[in-house]
């Protein structure tokens, strides 16, 4: 069982900036394929980005260009950096392992607690 605690969340304005974190246990080296969800309210789920163990990395369109994932194996946590932020991006974000399958991610099974994110002026 993969266990994962986001933190990082928090209020900014239009054009700031976060980084979220998802500490993983076990070592984030064991996890293939993992990613953020975020989800707004009334909306559905979107995965957002994705990192894969071999360093293949995806982004949903919405944030290709201001979003970054990447893993840190010496302290197991997953980061997501959001700059440029903007009041579409307000949504509860979730840590998850993913599975592949052909050309898409899908939920593995295991899912952090969420971390929320408000963009607001």
């Known amino acids: 069982q993969v266990q994962l605690v986001e933190s990082g969340g928090g209020s900014v304005q239009p054009g700031g900036s976060l980084r979220l974190s998802c500490t993983t246990s076990p070592n984030i080296f064991t996890i293939v394929y993992i990613g953020w969800y975020r989800q707004a309210l009334g909306k559905q789920r979107e995965l957002v980005a994705a990192s894969t163990r071999s360093g293949i990395v995806y982004y949903a369109d919405s944030v290709k260009g201001r979003f970054t994932i990447s893993r840190d194996n010496a302290n197991s946590t997953l980061y997501l950096g959001m700059s440029d932020l903007k009041p579409e991006d307000t949504a509860d974000y979730y840590c998850?392992?993913?599975?592949?399958?052909?050309?898409?991610?899908?939920?593995?099974?295991?899912w952090g607690q969420g971390t929320r994110v408000t963009v607001s002026s």
């Open positions: 998850a392992t993913l599975r592949k399958v052909n050309s898409d991610y899908e939920p593995l099974g295991s």
